[in-house]
């Protein structure tokens, strides 16, 4: 297979560098080892019951994924006065930011209560930044934090920093947006020159006055954003969506250096991948792209050997990088043949009915058969499965954000695939 390449020489050259996300993993999609998590316990002992989840799908916010510390279990019986545990998922920062290279803070917070409908039965949790002064090497403590209504919240000095509110209601997701500048230098008076050392999201159990206080906080969409040195990124993949029978399909994507330094030597994969496994790779020989620049990559040709729903994934390959954000992108190849109307009376057939939340489908199958519907979110992942017989219609029970979806049909002798457009 003949390689292609249709590079633009001349890459185009922004006039603003654009904020990317500086937390790996931001979604939690992964269990990667860049989300640490540790219990700090207060008071004697050492029991621990706190459970982390890198990945707790069932209550997540937005897309499929979310991260939760749970610590209503009380770990021990006849617990001393002052016990408490703090649980900590955390990220060191492994290329440190000064405070001026920060932009803003934003993600989606909950919390469930040890005892149903009672906030007593909390204490606190939150997300902290920690800031190390270059002078001395000082660490000084920054505090987002949610407590209950009775406890008073430490007030500001040199090193600790609090932005204090009162847990919400039980089971309601809130966000939270911020301007670091505004909030660090503008209201806390910090220098513009600390450095970022770690970023931690925690939540808190203690036994106080007799009473276990604790609860389960959930964490989605953590986003915090600043000013690369190294980072280069998908920005968008420019090939269309169709795949035809015997004709070839040329992948083709934006690529650009979101860093302020040069990226010398990075790799750029396309995959393409069936229900089967792995169709189609090409990796591009070693890129190298100018600080806040952007160039086209082409890949060779693929051409499709049989019916199937497709997708196409498109990544970048850099070490160091300091966003994992943009490193990757997918969209479904839609193959014409499996979606071209079948007109022999035993056809099934597959119909989308409507483009909001829950998403409605109709579908019909020969008498006698039986069939399963599948629907798959942008990436390919299987969200729903439904076995079916006859004719019907089926809503699929799964909360979806706004976005592109697959739903595929699927009988003895036959197949059917069709796009899902839900907006909300």
Avoid at 241 to 248: A, I, R, V
Avoid at 347 to 362: C, D, F
Wanted: glycine content about 8%; hydrophobic content about 35%.
């Amino acid at each position: 297979m003949k390689r292609i390449f249709a590079f633009v020489f001349l890459p185009v050259v922004l006039f603003a560098l654009e904020p990317v996300n500086l937390i790996k993993d931001h979604s939690f999609e992964k269990d990667s080892e860049v989300w640490l998590e540790r219990s700090e316990i207060h008071g004697p002992g050492s029991f621990d019951s706190t459970v982390y989840n890198r990945h707790d799908p069932d209550s997540a916010y937005i897309g499929n994924y979310c991260g939760s510390i749970d610590g209503r279990k009380r770990p021990a019986q006849n617990l001393p006065f002052n016990y408490g545990i703090e649980g900590r998922l955390y990220q060191i920062i492994s290329y440190p930011k000064p405070l001026k290279d920060l932009d803003s803070l934003e993600f989606f917070h909950m919390c469930l209560f040890r005892r149903e409908g009672s906030k007593y039965s909390a204490w606190h949790y939150g997300i902290t930044l920690y800031f190390t002064r270059p002078s001395d090497g000082v660490l000084i403590h920054v505090w987002y934090n949610w407590a209950a209504p009775d406890l008073t919240p430490v007030p500001d000095n040199p090193t600790y920093k609090l932005f204090p509110g009162t847990i919400a209601t039980e089971g309601v997701w809130y966000s939270l947006k911020r301007d670091l500048k505004a909030d660090l230098i503008g209201e806390k008076g910090l220098s513009e020159d600390i450095e970022l050392d770690s970023f931690v999201l925690y939540g808190t159990s203690w036994l106080d006055r007799g009473t276990w206080r604790s609860q389960k906080a959930f964490f989605d969409g953590v986003r915090l954003t600043g000013y690369a040195d190294y980072d280069v990124g998908v920005k968008a993949i420019l090939s269309g969506d169709s795949l035809k029978e015997g004709h070839p399909y040329t992948p083709e994507a934006r690529i650009k250096n979101f860093g302020r330094e040069p990226a010398d030597s990075f790799l750029v994969i396309a995959e393409i991948w069936d229900t089967s496994g792995l169709a189609y790779v090409d990796t591009l020989p070693p890129w190298s792209l100018d600080s806040d620049t952007e160039d086209i990559a082409s890949f060779a040709e693929f051409i499709p050997e049989r019916p199937a729903p497709y997708i196409l994934t498109i990544r970048t390959v850099m070490e160091p990088d300091e966003s994992d954000e943009d490193d990757e992108l997918s969209k479904f190849l839609i193959y014409t043949g499996i979606t071209e109307p079948v007109t022999h009376p035993d056809a099934i057939t597959l119909e989308v009915r409507s483009l909001t939340a829950p998403l409605r489908v109709s579908y019909s199958i020969p008498q006698g058969q039986q069939g399963t519907l599948t629907l798959y979110d942008p990436a390919g992942r299987r969200i729903e499965r439904v076995n079916v017989r006859g004719s019907g219609s089926v809503e699929f029970e799964s909360a979806l954000p706004s976005g592109v979806y697959i739903v595929k049909l699927d009988a003895e002798t036959q197949s059917i695939t069709k796009k899902a457009v839900v907006l909300k």
